[in-house]
């Protein structure tokens, strides 16, 4: 028996030291480490330490260059262009984040658009720290090509997702975090595993067909959101995110598993409002207090027990999985103990002391 | 017989005179008919001249100041807060849009929230403006309530729209101009009218449940776009054009038909970005140029001609009704016939004089 359930610190030092031992600079390896444990902690787990094998897997093929000076153009006092150099999407999106929240600051708004970027994680990562700050945050990426557009049977659009973060005066802030497909592919790929046919409208097959064929789907291609508005939504993100910006956009952001070739070329766009350049914080707070209490009291469907806000789940699980653990399916937990092999740092350091004790003893 | 086709320029015209008549500053009653009739030509009939009656009653009740001033206050370079002090929503949109691009133009960016203001037309309006010059728009606005937030059953949110316009090369331009619910209510209005039913997903009866009959829905609630994700963005653009502006938000915007003690105090977000601060403006219209072209040579579904962009067909029925005459529902003609009788102006000369004298000499 190996472990499953892993400490939440432990893991992001375990990863931390991984890509240490990859070569990658430590600040920005605690960056990447701290990105993915969020997702796990959220819930997210697809954006989680899944995908510390990825990551390595393109340093090692010279895809993601982690120690890469960044490049800033075009800059005023509320906006500038990033040029990522092709280091980590997180490490990128986390400069620029910090760009945006100077600017903002000091002007009210600051927006910077980012190019040479990589997949850089769940948006939630940036959201949450611009709400500790005190800023409203919006942010956009661009994605490969996973969608079609409306009429179409192909994948054309990445599910480009788009994050907000609002602070509030409680300990539950607004963070929106979604990708503008139905449901992540993710979700398909689990029926699949399970024989379970899907609902309509999340998918259509390779001719373009609406199935409910778990496999027939994953062919073809999920389908954005609500239909042409999710697919007006997802080009827009794209147009800000990568047309804008200089980055690739459609066809022209490479694939993070198939393409061996390029580097990914992901956008960005990040906007950060200075909340006191509008009303003073403290005000602000109490108004969006009462329209979370306004919602949260409203009249309930038979079935529902409670109204939550965009990110209050996500809260409730960072709080239980930090307190009880993370859980791990048995095939990364192998994965992440070959790549530790890989490095000379022991992965099962890394599991909830009790889970380990209890699996080593029987 | 009436006539029920008309020339957009002459409606324009009517609907001007009949708000000056109606003591509307001229300026400020050019807009609005513009805004009216804009949306007639864009096939958005909801938000067009329809509109007129409740407009006047409004004014005629008190519940809209159509010569107060604005109010700029916050100020810096690339954001300002606007007080519309109750003006008319397209008027007071028009200024905003206006201190957007301007502060754009000098700043890069441009974003201005809007207070106490009113239902503000379609997006497309300002979207297509900011396009005109050179810019990109993202505009919000907040809404009278109409959906209800994920597990509950009444109406609390609005159908809080987002905006969208990007130039392009062509004549084709991208504009994106979505309500955040699934469909617009006057969809299930006209289902119920034909004693048809709904497809599942569109609404839920005043208890929650999903229902199917259009009655039904129209007692209870239209939904959120894509469930969720569709209640996140709507909550996310009342934040911003309500919660951060000063504006009402949630139950504190008051609905136009129903409300007649208070001002609506709905809110506006305004975004502009000046193109030429991340780069020139013609390599950028190149790039959207191509991504189009990408999009629409894809691969179609079988039943499917040709893959739009956001704002092409509203585009191509413009240009059928700047041509062809804008049609009028008999409902509408007559109201807009007493309208014109009250003030003094014959609504009929705005007839395409074809129509009219064939509806004549019949």
């Known amino acids: 028996m190996i472990p499953t359930k892993f400490d939440w610190k432990k893991l992001q030092s375990f990863c931390t030291d991984v890509f240490k031992a990859a070569g990658v600079p430590e600040e920005n390896a605690e960056i990447v480490a701290e990105s993915l444990v969020e997702a796990d902690l959220r819930g997210v787990d697809s954006h989680g330490v899944v995908r510390t ?24 006092d509320c906006m500038a262009v990033l040029d990522g150099n092709n280091n980590f999407g997180s ?30 994680g769940t948006g939630a990562y940036y959201a949450k720290k611009a709400i500790e700050q005190g800023f409203v945050l919006l942010v956009l990426s661009n994605a490969s090509q996973t969608m079609p557009p409306t009429g179409g049977i192909k994948p054309f659009l990445g599910t480009n997702p788009l994050a907000v973060g609002v602070p509030t005066g409680t300990d539950v802030p607004f963070i929106l975090d979604m990708a503008t497909s139905v449901v992540a592919r993710g979700k398909i790929i689990v029926a699949s595993q399970k024989g379970e046919v899907i609902p309509e409208g999340w998918a259509i097959d390779k001719e373009g067909k609406p199935t409910t064929d778990a496999d027939a789907a994953l062919e073809g291609s999920v389908l954005p959101l609500g239909g042409p508005k999710g697919y007006g939504i997802s080009m827009f993100i794209d147009i800000l995110a990568g047309v804008l910006t200089g980055a690739g956009f459609g066809k022209y952001v490479n694939n993070m598993y198939e393409n061996w070739d390029d580097p990914q070329n992901v956008g960005h766009f990040f906007l950060a409002i200075n909340i ?22 409203e009249p309930k469907a038979p079935e529902v027990d409670e109204i939550f806000i965009p990110g209050e789940l996500e809260l409730r699980r960072t709080l239980e999985k930090k307190a009880d653990g993370i859980d791990l399916p048995e095939k990364v937990v192998h994965e992440l103990i070959e790549i530790g092999k890989k490095y000379g740092i022991d992965f099962t350091q890394a599991a909830l002391s009790t889970t380990f004790n209890t699996e080593v003893s029987k």
């Open 276 to 297: 006191n350049n509008f009303m003073p914080i403290d005000h602000f707070k109490a108004r969006m207090d009462q329209y979370i209490t306004d919602i949260k009291s």
């Open 91 to 120: 490490v990128v999106g986390t400069e620029a984040l910090n760009i945006a929240l100077e600017k903002a600051e000091k002007s009210g708004i600051g927006v910077v658009g980012v190019k040479n970027s990589n997949h850089f």
């Open 53 to 76: 094998s990825i990551y390595l897997k393109r340093i090692e093929e010279g895809m993601i260059q982690s120690d890469a000076k960044f490049f800033k153009h075009s800059e005023t």
